[in-house]
C-alpha cells in the first residue's frame, strides 16, 4: 500500500505527478484514502419525458440520433442529440470534441450519466458520462462514488471516473486486509466495520446502509485521533509541569474589590472568577479558555484574576493582537487601578529605545506588576522576574505554538487564561481548543438594550443618513466600515478614502477621523484617540477596528459592503457598538443584487444578537476548514472524512471513548491499546503543525 502510486496501471510518471500536486496522493494508500465526496443511485434509469432542469445526477438510456458543432473560439461546442424514444436532451462538450466524435457513434445503445440543466429552453446534459449499454451490469451498480477533481485534472483525462476505476483497481489487488487502526475492544465495543471492509464499502457501497456504516467508522477513526492527540497532550502537560500554587486572595483584590469597582459583577462573572481561582490555587496549571460574547466583560474579569497573582508575589501579563487593542487595555486597566501602588506598563512594537529599556528592567527587577501588549511581549528579549499569569486576548489569533512560547518565559510556566468573544460551537472547541478548560460568560452586564440591526439597500443611503444626524444629534458617535480584503487591498482602500471624503461632504460640520491598517502606529493611535476622546463623532474605518475597541458613546456601526465579510466578522464589529445603556444601531449596506450565501449571512445577523447562535450558523454556512484558526491552532489533525459542522455528536461520544483510553491507560502501556499509541505517533509525525509545538 506505501508503493509510488506512479506504479498503478495506466498512471505512470506524469499522470503520478499530477496525482501528487493536486490531491497530494503518492501512493496507493494515499489514493484509497480519498474519498468519494458524493455517490449516486444507478440503479435507476430516467426516461427523457421525467426531466427537469433542477433535477441532480440522473441517467437515461437510449442513442445519439445526430452530432452538430455550434459557437466560435471559446463558445464551440459539440452537441449531441440523445433520444429514448420519450423525448429528445442536448448532450453537450466544450473540450475534448474530437475525442467524444471519435469514440461515440450515432445509432448505438448508451447509457448517459450527468446532471440535467436548462437552457434557452432545451435540457441539456454537459460532459456527461456515457457507457455503451450492453456493458453496463445495473444489478451490480449500486452506488457509484464521485471524486473530487481539479481542472489540471481533468485535462489529463484524471476525471472522477478514471480515480473511479484506480480505487477499484487497487482494492482488486488487496491480497490480505490492511493493518487494523484501532483496537480490538474500541472496534467490538462500539460495533465498528473492520478497516479494510470500511476502506472498500466507503468506495463502492453496495447500498445506502452500507455506506453509513463504512462511513461511520471511518469518522470514528478520524475524530478518536484528534481527540487522543490533545487529551494525551493536556495529560503530558499536566505531569510535566507543576502550577504555581496561588494560595491567597490578599490586600490587592479586596481593596480593588471594595473600593475600586465600578459596578456589580454579574453573575457570569462572579462564576467565572470562582473557577480562575480554584484553578490558580489547584498546584495545576491553568490553562483556562474564557468564552464570552463581545460586552461581556471579560476584561474586568482578567484584570482580577491577574490582581490575584499580583498578591501572591506574581507579576502578570496580557497579550492583545493589536496596538490599539493593547494599549486600550491598558488605558482601562492604568485607570481601574489607579491608586492601588501597582505599575503597569505598554509594551508594543513601536515602543523602543530608553523607553523600552526601562520598561525591560523593571521587568527584570519585578517593579513592572503588569506588562500589557502585543506580540511583542512574546519576543525572547523580553524576561519576567516571576512571570504568574498569562492572559491573552482574542484567542483566535494565537496558536497552540505561541502559547507554548510562553512558557519558556519561566522556569515552571505560568497559568494562561485566553480570552475570546468568537464564541466558538462547541464541537470546535473540543477540537482546536480541546486542551483547554472552558469557562463561558453567557450573560450580558444589566441595562444593555440589544443592537437593532438592520439591512439596507445602497439606495436607501439618503434614508440612513438622516438617522446618522439624529444620533450625532443626541451626542453619539458613528463607525463607518469598509472591507479591507488581502486580494484588493490597493482597491478597497481607495473605497475606504473616497469614503472617508463623501462622509465629510455629507456631514460638513461633524468631525470625522480615519483609521486602517496601513497606517503608521502614531498616527492610527491619533486618529483612534479622536474618536475615543469623543472628539470626532464619526469614524471611518476598516477591520482594525474588529477586535476589542470600546467606545460606549459610540451607539451606530454601519458596515458598507456587508456581504463581503463573514458571520463572525460582522458580530465583531457589531459588537463595537451597543455598550452603553442606550439603544444601539447596526446597518449592513449592500448592493441589490446578492448571492445566496450573503443574503443568509444577512438574515441571520437581523434575526439575532446571540454569538453562539451565529457561531453555530457560521460554521454550517462555510464549513470548519474555513473558520480562523483551524490552521494555526496544531492540535487538529487533518480530517479525512468526519465534518466538524455535521458530525458534532459523533464527536462528544467520541471523545468520551477517547478519555476513557486516557484515564484507564495513563501511561500509554496497555498491550491492547498499542496499535492505537503506535498510529497516534504515525500520525503526529505527519503533520508539520504539530512538531512546531512538542
Ligand atoms: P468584552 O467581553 O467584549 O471584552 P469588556 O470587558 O470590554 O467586554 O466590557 C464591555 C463594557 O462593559 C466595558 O465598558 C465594561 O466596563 C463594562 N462592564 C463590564 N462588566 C460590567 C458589569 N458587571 N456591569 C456593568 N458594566 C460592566
Ligand atoms: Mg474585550
Redesign the pocket.
Known amino acids: 500500500m506505501t508503493r509510488d502510486i506512479k506504479f498503478l496501471p495506466g498512471v505512470g510518471p506524469q499522470r503520478a505527478a499530477i496525482l501528487n500536486k493536486e490531491l497530494g496522493v503518492y501512493s496507493f494508500q494515499d489514493l484509497l484514502y480519498c474519498f468519494p465526496y458524493k455517490y449516486v443511485d444507478r440503479s435507476r434509469i430516467y426516461s427523457i419525458r421525467e426531466l427537469e432542469g433542477s433535477m441532480p445526477y440522473i441517467q437515461l438510456k437510449g442513442e445519439i440520433l445526430s452530432f452538430e458543432t455550434a459557437g466560435e473560439g471559446r463558445q464551440r461546442r459539440l452537441i449531441a442529440h440523445f433520444s429514448d424514444g420519450t423525448g429528445v436532451v442536448d448532450l453537450i462538450w466544450f473540450q475534448g470534441l474530437k475525442y467524444v466524435l471519435s469514440k461515440y457513434k450515432v445509432r448505438q445503445q448508451y447509457v448517459v450519466f450527468g446532471r440535467p440543466s436548462v437552457f434557452n429552453g432545451r435540457i441539456n446534459i454537459a460532459h456527461p458520462d456515457i457507457d455503451l449499454a450492453e456493458e453496463v451490469n445495473f444489478s451490480t451498480m449500486g452506488l457509484q462514488p464521485y471524486y473530487s477533481t481539479t481542472e489540471k485534472m481533468k485535462r489529463s483525462m484524471l476525471n472522477s471516473h478514471a480515480i473511479e476505476k484506480m480505487v477499484k483497481n487497487i482494492i482488486q489487488q488487496l491480497q490480505t486486509p490492511l493493518p487494523e487502526t484501532l483496537s480490538s475492544t474500541i472496534i467490538s465495543v462500539n460495533h465498528l466495520m473492520p478497516l479494510t471492509e470500511a476502506l472498500m464499502n466507503v468506495h463502492f457501497p453496495a447500498n445506502a446502509e452500507i455506506l453509513r456504516r463504512a462511513q461511520y467508522r471511518l469518522k470514528f477513526e478520524d475524530l478518536l485521533y484528534i481527540q487522543l492527540n490533545i487529551l494525551r497532550y493536556a495529560k503530558d502537560r499536566q505531569r510535566k509541569y507543576r502550577g504555581y500554587v496561588f494560595q491567597k486572595v490578599g490586600a490587592i483584590f479586596n481593596t480593588f474589590y471594595a473600593t475600586h469597582l465600578?459596578?456589580?459583577?454579574?453573575n457570569a462573572?462572579k462564576r467565572v472568577l470562582k473557577e480562575i481561582r480554584r484553578d490558580l490555587g489547584s498546584g495545576r496549571q491553568m490553562n483556562r479558555l474564557l468564552q464570552?460574547?463581545?460586552?461581556?466583560?471579560?476584561?474586568?474579569v482578567a484584570l482580577m484574576s491577574m490582581l490575584i497573582a499580583l498578591d501572591n508575589g506574581f507579576q502578570t501579563c496580557m497579550m492583545a493582537p493589536t496596538e490599539i487593542l493593547a494599549s486600550q487595555h491598558y488605558d482601562?486597566i492604568l485607570q481601574l487601578t489607579s491608586g492601588l501602588g501597582i505599575r503597569v506598563e505598554l509594551l508594543t512594537g513601536s515602543i523602543k529605545g530608553k523607553r523600552r529599556e526601562a520598561i525591560l528592567n523593571g521587568l527584570l527587577t519585578g517593579d513592572v506588576h503588569i506588562l500589557i501588549g502585543t506580540h511583542a511581549v512574546i519576543e525572547d528579549t523580553v524576561n519576567f522576574a516571576s512571570l504568574g499569569l498569562v492572559v491573552i486576548?482574542e484567542q483566535h489569533r494565537f496558536g497552540v505554538a505561541q502559547r507554548a512560547r510562553l512558557w519558556a518565559k519561566s522556569a515552571q510556566p505560568p497559568h494562561v487564561l485566553v480570552?475570546t468573544?468568537t464564541p466558538i460551537p462547541r464541537t470546535l472547541a473540543m477540537t482546536l481548543y480541546g486542551d483547554l478548560d472552558v469557562s463561558v460568560?453567557d450573560e450580558l452586564?444589566?441595562?444593555r438594550k440589544p443592537i437593532a440591526t438592520i439591512h439596507q439597500f445602497d439606495s436607501q443611503r439618503a434614508y440612513m443618513y438622516r438617522s446618522i444626524r439624529q444620533q450625532i444629534a443626541e451626542g453619539r458617535q458613528i463607525y463607518i466600515v469598509y472591507p479591507l480584503i488581502k486580494e484588493s487591498e490597493k482597491i478597497d482602500l481607495k473605497n475606504l478614502e473616497e469614503g472617508y471624503q463623501h462622509i465629510r461632504e455629507v456631514f460638513p460640520d461633524c468631525a470625522v477621523c480615519m483609521v486602517h491598517g496601513r497606517m503608521k502606529p502614531a498616527e492610527k493611535e491619533e486618529q483612534m484617540q479622536r474618536f475615543v476622546s469623543g472628539e470626532a463623532q464619526i469614524m471611518v474605518a476598516t477591520t482594525v477596528i474588529e477586535v476589542?475597541v470600546?467606545v460606549?458613546n459610540a451607539s451606530v456601526m454601519v458596515i458598507e459592503n456587508a456581504e463581503r465579510f463573514g458571520l463572525s466578522q460582522l458580530h465583531q464589529l457589531r459588537?463595537r457598538v451597543g455598550?452603553g445603556a442606550d439603544q444601539s444601531y447596526c446597518i449592513l449596506v449592500t448592493g441589490y443584487k446578492l448571492a445566496e450565501d450573503s443574503r443568509k449571512r444577512l438574515e441571520i445577523m437581523v434575526r439575532t444578537n446571540d454569538g453562539f447562535e451565529i457561531a453555530e450558523a457560521d460554521l454550517k454556512l462555510r464549513g470548519p476548514g474555513d473558520l480562523e484558526g483551524t490552521q494555526q491552532s496544531g492540535v487538529a489533525f487533518d480530517l479525512k472524512i468526519a465534518n466538524l459542522a455535521q458530525d458534532g455528536q459523533l464527536l462528544q461520544y467520541v471523545r468520551d471513548v477517547a478519555q476513557t483510553v486516557i484515564d484507564t491507560d495513563p501511561d500509554g502501556t496497555l498491550p491492547e491499546n498499542e496499535v492505537l499509541w503506535r498510529q497516534l505517533k504515525a500520525l503526529r509525525k505527519t503533520n508539520v503543525n504539530w512538531a512546531a509545538i512538542s
Open positions: 465600578p459596578f456589580e459583577l454579574t462573572q464570552g460574547d463581545v460586552g461581556s466583560g471579560k476584561t474586568l482601562t486576548d480570552m468573544a460568560i452586564p444589566p441595562g476589542g470600546n460606549p459588537g455598550r
